[in-house]
């Protein structure tokens, strides 16, 4: 019979945790969460320890049970006894993407969200190789615990005073920069994270800004880029010729910039400078990212003391969508002339 030791969900992303126990052994179980259908669909499940004696290789037991037992040929350290549970513990990722098991202060598994439970399963401490039951944790140790440790602190921070240090500052640049705020949406609805959309108009021309998704860094930027913390975290923002577009039309391009802001912890994915985005922007297919550095009148915003990226959505035509897999430099600087603001 399995029993749950402990349950935790990601804060950011559609995923949640499990310790689970059959008896016979202890295994870390990460689950996508279906809030449509109410389900935990299971996604990777990595070893953590034996509660029983096992045999020295897979051929030799019994492997029928949903929870094969590690042989003991590739166990480090035997320890057979059961866990308390006050001394287990499950960190985050400040990504909201990785979990980490603790037992007594120190770290013996992680499961990313590419764990695909086949090839890779998770890192495991107390074994001597990788197997299908878990990679050893000992050859990433170095990279995640510090990493963990940091992502520990973040988590113990009261969000309400970190968003009003973020939040402030950024929207008095852009109210120097632009005027007063024609209307903020809250695309949370008061559920964590906080993050809105506020717009300004000048003229012929709209503004719409993301506040509040910089305050956290984007999944699998490290996948991408070796600095990847300069990468990992942006605000959107968008501008509109009023001239061209209605209120409806401008409504529409509101809230495709609200689902962008999503898609990042939703997906588990990253999207940075330069990055073609498959989103419908009025009449066009396509659209590119472009980081407001690459304007010859970048924004003096706070937030990039912060390392927070701001990052411009710009429709693409056809022609240079096409173009771009061809002539990739030419077309961006001319899609950067033609929108410098």
Known sequence: MENSLLFSQSPLCPLAVDLISDGQSYYFYMYDLDYEN???????ACWVKN???????????????????????????????PWQEEDIEIVWSKEGHIAALYHQNQLVCIIPNWADGKEFCGYCANVVENTMLG??????????????????RFWMQEFNGVWSAYHSPYVDDLCKQFGGIDQCFDLHKDQFPSRILITFEQEDTAYAFTVGMGMFAMPNADRYYDDYQSYARCEFAIRIDKSTCDDA????????????????????????????????????????LLDDDHYEDALPLSIK???????WVVPLDDEDYIALKEDKKSVIDRIIKENRK
């Open 51 to 81: 509660l029983v004696p096992s045999h020295d290789t897979y051929d030799e037991q019994c492997t029928n049970h949903a929870q094969p037992l590690m042989p003991a040929s590739l166990i480090e350290k035997e320890d057979l006894n």
């Open 38 to 44: 109410e389900q935990l669909n299971p996604h990777s």
């Open 135 to 152: 990679w050893k944790l000992s050859d990433v140790l170095d990279i995640f615990e510090p990493r963990f440790e940091e992502s520990k």
């Open 249 to 288: 039309d401008c409504y529409q391009l509101y809230s495709m910039l609200a689902n962008l802001c999503n898609y990042p912890w939703e997906e588990m994915d990253t999207l940075a400078d330069q990055h073609i985005v498959d989103i419908a922007y009025l009449d066009k297919d396509h659209c590119i």
């Open 305 to 311: 003391q912060q390392g927070v990226h701001l990052t």
